[in-house]
């Protein structure tokens, strides 16, 4: 699952940044760059701001990127799972850091979407909350692999 995870978060990004793209030209000079939890924008900046948000997109998934590259005895994981000699800890934390990748990726395109929507005029409060709904997904993914990593401790 590990791979799809990466294979999907790739193309979320390729698409992120094809989007951004496309839609440059079509923004005013001037677009939302801030919402406050009710939706409404309470801070403005250049359209080319816009692309302040991909590069966040594509500096999270270098740093999961290489953070699996670090000695597991950095990682903060039970110890149980570190020295698990099976290496099923480890795939499980690799599998939850490409999950996360996938939702950070996915995540940051939607906020793009917003501003873009939002700068063209368009209503995004019922979006906005929709959105802030979303952000149960991570806990929701990393209940998962916390519950993997105890079975594998059992």
Do not use: C
């Not at 989007?19 to 000079?29: A, K």
């Not at 597991?72 to 039970?78: A, S």
């Amino acid at each position: 699952m590990r791979k799809q995870f990466e294979i999907i978060s790739l193309i979320i990004l390729t698409l992120h940044f094809v989007y951004t793209l496309v839609v440059f030209s079509s923004l005013p000079d001037t677009i939302p760059v801030h919402f406050n939890v009710a939706g409404e924008v309470d801070a403005f900046g250049s359209k080319v701001s816009i692309w302040a948000i991909w590069f966040a997109s594509l500096g999270l998934f270098v740093m999961l990127s290489l953070f699996v590259y670090l000695p597991m005895q950095f990682w903060n994981l039970p110890e149980a799972v570190k020295q698990d000699s099976t290496g099923q800890g480890k795939a499980i934390a690799l599998e939850l850091i490409s999950s996360l990748k996938v939702f950070t990726a996915l995540l940051f395109f939607i906020l793009t979407w917003l501003v873009v929507r939002s700068a063209k005029g368009h209503s995004v409060e019922l979006l906005m909350i929709a959105l802030l709904g979303v952000t149960i997904v991570p806990l929701v993914i990393v209940s998962v692999y916390i519950n993997k990593m105890n079975q594998l401790q059992s």
